[in-house]
């Protein structure tokens, strides 16, 4: 798909990898919806890149929310051709703490935010992406989800956020067949360790032991190398129904 004149919708644009590929799909010729919780941070972006990014305050987990962002994107912009879901939480907890049994509470927001939230973004998207005029392949348009090495790897502590991740790598095949119909591809990117907020309050020793663990290259992922591989998805046609891990060769231990 050619990204230029193309319209965008990122989750959790408003910092991090989303942030990363609204400057990169701007900078290729796209317009983009930021959909994020962060109102103050988000409008800022919006304002810094002009009129061809807006900024939607949105609840991914809302069917209402979700709706209601989806209604001003096609208002302002005509059409949606490409889904980038990056919001996600991952605070951790064991299943017995100290303080005993994990709240299923905390398990079902991680779940909700992670997994339930994008199919939300995905399912309401995807109703207008099916408008397009199809181009001469017979597309009309790219969804693109965000996994984890965790849906993998799960470390002690991730249980909530590897069961959401692991239920995004899980959902990418069925949906891919399922909207070839619509001439819509699916994706999904595995993120490792990546410089993102989630990271950015570890004390640098932590930081450099994390970076020590990666093969190659021994450093954080950097958000921009995310949105790198997000534009060549949408701009690989061939590129559909699968998992692609952007990882430097990490495997998670344990702990």
């Known amino acids: 798909m050619d990204l230029r004149d193309s319209v965008a919708v990122v989750t ?17 010729g796209g317009s983009i919806a930021i959909f994020d919780f962060a109102e103050e941070r988000g409008q ?12 939607c305050r949105t609840d991914v987990t809302e069917e209402k929310s979700v709706q209601a ?7 302002a912009f005509g059409a949606i051709h490409v889904v980038i ?18 709240s299923m509470d905390h398990f079902n927001k991680v779940v909700q935010v992670n997994l339930m939230g ?3 973004v995905v399912r309401l998207a995807v109703e207008k992406m099916v408008q397009n005029t199809p181009n001469e392949d ?14 993998f790897e799960g470390q002690i502590g991730q249980a909530a956020y590897s069961a959401s991740k ?18 819509i591809r699916v994706m999904t990117i595995a993120p490792g360790l990546f410089e993102t907020p989630m990271l950015a309050g570890l004390p640098e020793k932590a930081k450099e032991a994390l970076s020590k663990m990666m093969p190659f290259p021994k450093r954080l992922g950097k958000p921009f190398e995310f949105a790198l591989l997000v534009r060549q998805i949408v701009e690989n046609p061939m590129l559909n129904g699968s998992i692609i891990r952007l990882d430097a060769a990490l495997r998670m231990a344990a702990k």
């Open 12 to 28: 959790g644009g408003a910092s991090g990898l989303g942030e990363a590929c609204v400057r990169d799909l701007l900078e290729h």
């Open 44 to 55: 800022r972006v919006a304002s810094e890149l002009g009129d061809a990014v807006i900024f």
């Open 69 to 75: 962002a989806i209604n001003r994107a096609m208002d």
């Open 85 to 102: 879901n990056c919001a996600g939480v991952g605070t951790p907890a064991k299943v017995l703490g100290k303080e005993g049994p994990m």
């Open 118 to 120: 994008t199919m939300n």
């Open 138 to 151: 017979g597309e009309r348009g790219v969804v693109i989800n965000t996994a984890s090495v965790a849906a």
């Open 166 to 183: 692991a239920g995004v790598v899980g959902m990418t095949l069925p949906i891919a067949r399922e909207f070839a119909d619509y001439g």
